[in-house]
């Protein structure tokens, strides 16, 4: 099993910054994949930035340039440094993380952080 708990969300003025933080425990070892996503009400929920055990990255349009997901594997936290923000950046992020076990995938989500942009 795996638990993730975000943390760092907030209210701030279009232009300013964030940094997201997802803390990994449990069999942290068994994890290839971590990403964010985000949801606004009523819509499903979309990927924002993942990082996999190679440390590749990949972004959503809307925020390359202005994103940056990176992982601290000591510390079993995975980070989204958000700049430049914008009001249409306002919403629920979560924390996602993709396990292999030897029994197969299974996917895990945290409980969500409010990001909240004001213009």
């Known amino acids: 099993q795996v638990q993730l708990v975000e943390s760092g969300g907030g209210l701030v003025q279009a232009g300013g910054s964030l940094r997201l933080s997802c803390v990994a425990s449990g069999s942290t070892f068994s994890i290839n994949t971590i990403a964010w996503y985000r949801q606004d009400p009523g819509k499903q929920r979309d990927v924002v930035a993942q990082?996999?055990?190679?440390?590749?990255?990949s972004y959503a349009d809307s925020v390359k340039g202005r994103f940056t997901i990176s992982r601290d594997n000591a510390k079993s936290t995975v980070y989204l440094q958000m700049n430049n923000l914008k009001a249409e950046d306002t919403s629920v992020y979560y924390c996602?993380?993709?396990?292999?076990?030897?029994?197969?995938?299974?996917?895990?989500w945290g409980q969500g952080t409010q990001v909240t942009v004001s213009s």
């Open positions: 996602y993380a993709r396990a292999r076990f030897s029994w197969g995938n299974r996917a895990y």
């Open positions: 990082i996999d055990s190679d440390g590749i990255t």
